[in-house]
Each structure stands twice: as C-alpha cells, then as structure tokens.
C-alpha cells in the first residue's frame, strides 16, 4: 500500500522535471520573455523615417521594421508588441530596470554602454552631421561653428564631439529630443542641429524647403539593438535574426521604403559582430 501511495508522488516530480526540461526558455532570457507572445520594444517616437509615432497613432520608421522583424523571430506578432518610447537619456534604465525588453532606436554601440547593457547587431552604420536652415550660406560643416548655438539631444555624445573635435567656441543647447532641436532651429534659437546623419535626413525630407546638410559625415556610428546584459542567448539569438533580415532582402526593402526619398545615399548593411 504505502508502495502504491508513494508511485504518483513520484510520477508527479518526474513529470514536473520533464516538463522543465522540454519546456519555455528561462525568464531572464528574451526568449523567455516572448514566450507569452508579447514584447515590449523601446523605439525612437520622433525621428522620421526610423522611429516615429504618427497622428492616427501608427509607430512607423525602419527602426520599427526591423524591431517587428526581430520580434516575429520570437514568434511575437505586431500585435504582441508594446511601443515604448526611448530618449537618448533613458535607454540604458529602461533595459537594466526590465522596463522593455529590447531597444531599437538609434543606439550607437559604445564600449561605456557595453558596461550596462548588450548589443546585438549592429544593423546599420551612418556618420555624424549638422543640419541648419536652408538659406544658410556660412555654416558650411562642423568646423564653421565657433560662436554658433549647437543643439543636441541630452544623453548623446553628439554636441560633445563637434566641441572637442572642430569647434571649442560653440554654445551647446540641448533638448529632450531631436524634434525639439528642429523646432528650435526654424524659429532662429539655435544655429545648427547635429546628430547621425540619417536622423537628420529624415527632417530634411519632411521640410526640404527649410533645412539642408552640410558638410560630409565626420564620425563612424553602428546601431545596435540593446538588451539585458548578460543575456548570451539572447543577443546571439537577436544578431541571428538581423543576418537573416539582412539576407531575406527585407533589410533593404525596409530603408528603401522608410529612407529612399530622405535625399542620402543608402548604405550596405554592416557585418554584425556583435554575437
């Protein structure tokens, strides 16, 4: 008797152990996390052509194209996705705080981030550039910049190196987001704008009557996807679905669908290194 008490007790742990075995990934990996069908991605709300949320409250941009793409790698349709904004200043405590489980917006790898967080990828190199109004004839790059009012975003590096690298008489104004920058700019309250060039881009093709580029890119910047540090499998698993993109031609028909008209030559798509 006690033998036929204790046999689905025993039954019971072995199929408790089985099911751990065969079962979802763990929850501290994005695998785990997706394994209910949801995610929550941080993106870009107001870059054109990479991250924007429009009127009608549709999130579009090649940043969302390629955080859909990776997401559907994790069986997690569009409509599992939660869009949560990302500034520059914040992405790195809304991944170490769980917040979102990925971030997929404009997010230069850097080794000072690479103490806080992973990166996957990169999935798309640009350079750094100015923007200023169109009927601008004296800034003609960064290094006609002394005495000018610069505006960047905080949390970004971008003012900082126009300073250290051309101009070290210029005034740095910094806002919460590039479209404060912009709206700056056309009101005449600062002089130029400076970020990646492919971000500006996208403000020159919505206002190609008031903004221009000037000069040539002057630094090297490779997007990656952030995600928790640690997570090995994950950022393997990330990459992969970047290289699968990459070679589905779903890369590329996504620039050219969110980027083609921004009046910038499309780049090839970096070799991702980050595994």
């Given at each position: 008797m006690l033998f036929?008490?204790?046999?689905?007790?025993?039954?019971?742990?072995t199929?408790l152990?089985?099911?751990?075995a065969?079962?979802?990934?763990s929850d501290?990996t994005?695998?785990?996390k997706?394994?209910?069908?949801?995610?929550t991605?941080g993106?870009?709300?107001?870059?054109?052509?990479?991250g924007?949320r429009r009127?009608?409250?549709k999130?579009?941009?090649?940043?969302?194209?390629?955080?859909?793409?990776?997401?559907?790698?994790f069986?997690?349709?569009d409509?599992?996705?939660?869009?949560?904004?990302?500034?520059?200043?914040d992405r790195?405590?809304?991944?170490t705080s769980?917040?979102?489980?990925?971030?997929?917006?404009?997010?230069?790898?850097?080794?000072k981030?690479?103490e806080?967080?992973s990166?996957?990828?990169?999935?798309f190199e640009t350079?750094q550039?100015?923007?200023?109004?169109?009927?601008?004839?004296?800034i003609?790059?960064?290094?006609a910049?002394?005495?000018k009012?610069?505006c960047?975003v905080a949390?970004?590096t971008?003012a900082q190196?126009?300073k250290?690298?051309?101009?070290q008489?210029v005034e740095?104004?910094?806002?919460?987001?590039?479209s404060?920058?912009v709206?700056?700019?056309?009101?005449?309250?600062?002089?130029?704008?400076?970020?990646?060039?492919?971000?500006l881009?996208g403000?020159?093709?919505e206002?190609?009557e008031?903004l221009k580029?000037?000069g040539?890119?002057?630094?090297t910047e490779r997007?990656?996807?952030?995600?928790?540090?640690?997570?090995?499998?994950?950022r393997a698993?990330?990459?992969?679905a970047i290289?699968?993109?990459?070679?589905?031609?779903?890369?590329r028909a996504?620039l050219?669908r969110?980027?083609?008209?921004a009046?910038v030559q499309?780049?090839?798509?970096?070799?991702?290194?980050?595994?």
């Amino acid at each position: 008797m006690l033998f036929r008490k204790m046999l689905p007790a025993t039954a019971l742990v072995t199929a408790l152990s089985l099911t751990a075995a065969c079962g979802g990934a763990s929850d501290d990996t994005l695998a785990g996390k997706a394994d209910d069908g949801e995610l929550t991605i941080g993106i870009r709300f107001d870059q054109p052509g990479l991250g924007q949320r429009r009127l009608d409250g549709k999130f579009v941009g090649f940043d969302v194209d390629v955080a859909k793409y990776v997401a559907a790698q994790f069986g997690v349709e569009d409509t599992g996705i939660t869009w949560r904004e990302a500034r520059s200043a914040d992405r790195e405590d809304l991944i170490t705080s769980g917040e979102v489980d990925f971030v997929v917006a404009t997010y230069s790898i850097t080794d000072k981030r690479k103490e806080k967080v992973s990166f996957a990828g990169p999935y798309f190199e640009t350079g750094q550039s100015v923007l200023v109004r169109y009927t601008d004839e004296e800034i003609i790059g960064p290094e006609a910049l002394n005495g000018k009012k610069l505006c960047s975003v905080a949390g970004s590096t971008s003012a900082q190196k126009v300073k250290e690298q051309f101009a070290q008489d210029v005034e740095l104004v910094e806002y919460g987001q590039y479209s404060d920058c912009v709206i700056a700019l056309l009101a005449g309250n600062v002089d130029a704008v400076t970020t990646d060039q492919v971000i500006l881009a996208g403000y020159v093709a919505e206002h190609p009557e008031l903004l221009k580029l000037v000069g040539e890119p002057f630094t090297t910047e490779r997007y990656g996807i952030g995600l928790a540090k640690g997570d090995a499998e994950g950022r393997a698993e990330v990459s992969a679905a970047i290289e699968k993109m990459v070679g589905s031609g779903e890369w590329r028909a996504a620039l050219e669908r969110n980027i083609g008209q921004a009046g910038v030559q499309l780049p090839e798509p970096p070799e991702v290194t980050e595994k």
